[in-house]
């Protein structure tokens, strides 16, 4: 099975740039998280959508993020305009509704960004 | 979210069984133990989750002890590849609030 498809893997570019982020997350999940990690802050989560709907934006930094969901099988995290503080890892992880309320979250391998 | 105390690291030959520890003491009746592990450059990776019977999949296998203050993640047989972060995390509803990653153990499987 596909798991979670995040690209691109890897972007530099320089501040004041706009950076997008996309993510497919794993068929038939209906959960959508999009978290950030860097050494000094760890594993920070930015927002949660449940059935393509924005549930809990309280981690999105600032108005220079934003994050949306067209359908169930996409996503993007757009940052204009880019900061050199803005770099770090960002995963996108997805989760199914199963039988079960304690289903576990699946991630992709991340973005990559630097901010030059 | 209950505490979590892993121990730093940990080093496990290739081939032999790698046994993790983690202690939850705090541990409330409908809280699941789930474990995680994070390679160098790659996202978290689900392995197992629990909540009172021992687990076993294809990754590895869970033991959690009667009084579920603790618990042991099981891999099998080690591999250079399994060489990671190791983390448990104990609560419930995955849902809408985030994933909180302590310090982890990190494991070295040795050739």
């Known amino acids: 099975d596909a798991g979670v498809i995040q690209s691109p893997r890897h972007e530099v570019t320089e501040m004041g740039q706009e950076v997008t982020l996309r993510c497919k997350p794993i068929?038939?999940?209906?959960?959508l998280f999009w978290y950030r990690q860097t050494m000094m802050r760890g594993l920070e989560l930015l927002i949660y959508?449940?059935?393509?709907?924005?549930?809990?934006d309280s981690g999105m930094p600032e108005d220079r993020f934003s994050a949306k969901m067209p359908n169930a099988s996409f996503s993007t995290l757009k940052i204009q305009p880019s900061e050199p503080r803005d770099s770090a890892v960002y995963f996108c992880a997805s989760r199914g509704q199963g039988r079960s309320s304690n289903q576990p979250q699946h991630f992709g391998d991340g973005t990559r960004l630097s901010i030059l | 979210d209950a505490k979590t105390t892993q121990p730093t690291s940990m080093d496990c030959a290739e081939g032999r069984a790698a046994n993790l520890p983690c202690n939850h003491s705090?541990?409330?009746?409908?809280?699941?133990v789930y474990w995680y592990r994070q390679i160098h450059s790659q996202g978290p990776q689900y392995i197992i989750h629990g909540l009172k019977n021992n687990e076993t999949n294809e990754m590895a296998s869970l033991i959690i002890t009667e009084d579920r203050k603790s618990s042991t993640l099981i891999l099998p047989h080690a591999t250079l590849r399994d060489t990671a972060v190791y983390y448990c995390?104990?609560?419930?509803?995955?849902?809408?609030?985030?994933?909180?990653f302590g310090s982890g153990t990190r494991l070295q499987v040795q050739p």
């Open positions: 068929s038939g999940h209906n959960s």
């Open positions: 705090t541990i409330s009746g409908n809280e699941y």
């Open positions: 959508f449940n059935n393509n709907v924005p549930i809990d």
């Open positions: 995390i104990v609560r419930t509803d995955t849902g809408r609030r985030a994933l909180t």
